[in-house]
């Protein structure tokens, strides 16, 4: 069984002000499988943890350890990563004039299984996914989220995870944004990723609604850089109730 572990993650960034500590301790074991919901106010680094995951530059670890099956991820550069399991699904999906979403999509799946897959089963898969997620075929000629809506982004963020077939999956407040169909479609594509593949679940959300069609195992309060609590799915019902503030009194407190 495949598992993703942090243990005590530590993580700079750079500003004007000089540097800032914005992880400030966090351990957490995500089992294939599994989903993990973590909710925080804003502010809080749920964004930084998961791009510190997924590897980008801005975000400098100075203690901890990211290991997937026992591998050191902080060692790994961005594309190495993809390839041993992961994957995350941005909140802002970046624009990409002059490539194709077809042309992005194969790329992408032969970079990460190190051959190209069969065109006939490809475009089968290709098709059913699209079908599912209810985009239209026509999209898979389009740049690749140019000129898309913010649902069609989200939904083509979906479309790679289906057919890319990570064992874990960043979800980074992929639900902000979307229309109530919208949040159905995509949340039955995470979940469709879930059966077919085992996929464990990292899900950023500031709000209990997509919580109602991704079903969590786990829910992790993010406070000021750490998790300040944890528990299962009725910890979201009680947040959505009571809010931040308490923690946030009891973290300035321990300050």
Same mark, same amino acid.
């Given at each position: 069984?495949?598992? $993703?572990?942090?243990?005590?993650?530590?993580?700079?960034?750079?500003?004007?002000?000089?540097?800032?500590?914005?992880?400030?301790?966090?351990?957490?074991?995500?089992?294939?499988?599994?989903?993990?919901?973590?909710?925080? *106010?804003?502010? !809080?680094?749920?964004?930084? $943890?998961?791009?510190?995951?997924?590897?980008?530059?801005?975000?400098?670890?100075?203690?901890?350890?990211?290991?997937?099956?026992?591998?050191?991820?902080?060692?790994?550069?961005?594309?190495?990563? &993809?390839?041993?399991?992961?994957?995350?699904?941005?909140?802002?999906? /970046? =624009?990409?004039?002059?490539?194709?979403?077809?042309?992005?999509?194969? #790329?992408?799946?032969?970079?990460?299984?190190?051959?190209?897959? !069969?065109?006939?089963?490809?475009?089968?898969?290709?098709?059913?996914?699209?079908?599912?997620?209810?985009?239209?075929?026509?999209?898979?000629?389009?740049?690749?989220?140019?000129?898309?809506?913010?649902?069609?982004?989200?939904?083509?963020?979906?479309?790679?995870?289906?057919?890319?077939?990570?064992? @874990?999956?960043?979800?980074?407040?992929?639900? !902000?944004? $979307?229309?109530?169909? &919208?949040?159905?479609?995509?949340?039955?594509? /995470?979940?469709?990723?879930?059966?077919?593949?085992? $996929?464990?679940?990292?899900?950023?959300?500031?709000? #209990?609604?997509?919580?109602?069609?991704?079903?969590?195992?786990?829910?992790?309060? @993010?406070?000021?850089?750490?998790? &300040?609590?944890?528990?299962? *799915?009725?910890?979201?019902?009680?947040?959505?109730? =009571?809010?931040?503030?308490?923690?946030?009194?009891?973290?300035?407190?321990?300050?």
């Amino acid at each position: 069984m495949s598992v $993703l572990e942090i243990k005590n993650l530590h993580v700079n960034v750079e500003t004007d002000q000089g540097t800032r500590e914005i992880l400030r301790g966090v351990d957490l074991v995500i089992n294939e499988g599994e989903i993990h919901a973590i909710m925080g *106010p804003n502010g !809080s680094g749920k964004s930084t $943890l998961a791009y510190t995951i997924a590897g980008h530059p801005k975000y400098n670890v100075v203690e901890g350890e990211i290991l997937l099956d026992g591998e050191n991820v902080l060692e790994m550069s961005v594309d190495e990563r &993809a390839r041993v399991g992961l994957f995350l699904a941005m909140q802002y999906p /970046v =624009e990409i004039p002059g490539v194709t979403v077809t042309n992005f999509l194969r #790329t992408a799946k032969t970079a990460i299984d190190g051959e190209a897959p !069969s065109v006939r089963t490809w475009v089968k898969d290709v098709r059913e996914s699209m079908k599912n997620l209810k985009m239209d075929k026509a999209f898979a000629e389009r740049n690749v989220n140019e000129g898309f809506s913010g649902g069609e982004k989200k939904r083509n963020e979906i479309l790679q995870l289906e057919l890319l077939k990570p064992k @874990f999956a960043v979800l980074d407040e992929t639900d !902000s944004g $979307l229309d109530v169909d &919208a949040l159905k479609i995509v949340s039955e594509g /995470v979940n469709r990723a879930k059966a077919n593949t085992g $996929l464990g679940v990292l899900l950023i959300t500031h709000y #209990t609604r997509i919580l109602r069609y991704i079903k969590p195992d786990f829910v992790h309060v @993010f406070v000021a850089g750490r998790i &300040a609590e944890q528990g299962g *799915p009725e910890l979201a019902d009680r947040l959505e109730e =009571e809010g931040y503030d308490r923690y946030q009194v009891a973290e300035s407190a321990a300050e």
